[in-house]
């Protein structure tokens, strides 16, 4: 058998460097433990494959009907890519449910980086997969610890770790446990008038992280901001009425965008305050979009947030939007990468209308306005604290 070209894979639509691969080690090591267990590919499941090489090396190596699930939008769409590149096909995406799952006798996976997000895998293993069911779960030594153990012991009988090679290891859980009656996740948490729910691959959980505090309380300061900028067209708003002509308005209000929106408390919380408006909140995370779905149906603002799993909005108009809102991630994975940040900047410049607005907030220590004011438009601050710094930015003309 003809050796798998890894070094063919690409990363695209995620950030690609020098110093950023589409495959490591672990992704080798679970390709060649699968390919020993000798489980048909229609009882193998694949579970968080960030860009194909586990999936596409077994199908390339006879396995078909392999089932994946990838929780990134950027990565099933990489994956997509580099089968078409390789003429390599067989293989069905499914969401975290029953269907991935029924019947499987293998997963594989990747682990996360959440503790959360293993344990509702894990979950779902022991709930959907066959009673012999095993899962062999790799990561890079240096990101493991002895908490996904726990984790995985809490679902499994039996949790035996192998030999580290090629600085990466495998966990071995065999013997799943009877799944409770109700599944673990998702989760909720009340915060004031906001209440999050989270599934366990969302970035915070049900908690508001303080970044994103950081901009609602900047927004909370001074309401006027996004009013203070529209231009010609804009009705009265003496009776407290929205700008009826604005660019992009819809039944009297304005679009807005939480673009990278995790739980959606960004685009919930402004939806709660601004009833006229209409929101659309979309990530790149199948978590993440779940969970905002979720979070807007408990604060029964279901019908006025729409929520999409996307890459950085590009389903997305250009020009529709009068304001986005935007906490930007830092890291690529496991690795500080602004690249991230960067394509969420320029994705903001597509979509904002002409004077449309928006509202960042990022770790101090990152200095982005610059950038910001290179890429979009004059930038004003508009809150710092040691840890975070609020921002408004006008997209040019």
Known sequence: MPEFPYSRLRRWPDVEAENLQAHDATDLLLVERALA?????????????????????LTAAGLSGIRVHQDLATGRRALARNAEALGIGGFTPHELDESLL???????????KALAELDEIADAVARWAAPDAVLV????VKHMTLAQNQVLAQTFGQVQAQRAERKSRLLVATEPLPAPESPPFPVSARHGGLVLVAHGGAFAGSRLDIG???????LALDGSQLRRTERTGAASESNGGESTR??????????VLDLGCGTGALAVSWALAHPRDRVVATDRSAAAVASARATAAANGVADR????????????????????LLNPPFHLGASVHTGAATRLFEAAVRLLRPQGQLFTVYNSSLGYRAELSR???PTEQLRRTPKFTVTRTVRRP
């Open 37 to 57: 267990l000798e489980v048909p590919g229609s009882e193998t499941v694949v579970i968080g494959d960030e860009y194909g090489a586990v999936t596409l090396a």
């Open 102 to 112: 029924a019947g499987a006798r293998l997963v594989l996976l990747q682990l996360p």
């Open 137 to 140: 779960a790799g990561g890079r």
């Open 212 to 218: 994103t505090r950081a901009l609602l309380e900047a």
């Open 246 to 255: 604005s660019s992009g308005v819809v039944n009297g209000g304005r679009r």
């Open 305 to 324: 947030v729409e929520v999409t799993h996307d890459d950085a909005g590009s389903a997305l108009a250009a020009g529709s939007f009068d304001a986005v």
């Open 375 to 377: 890429l979009i438009g």
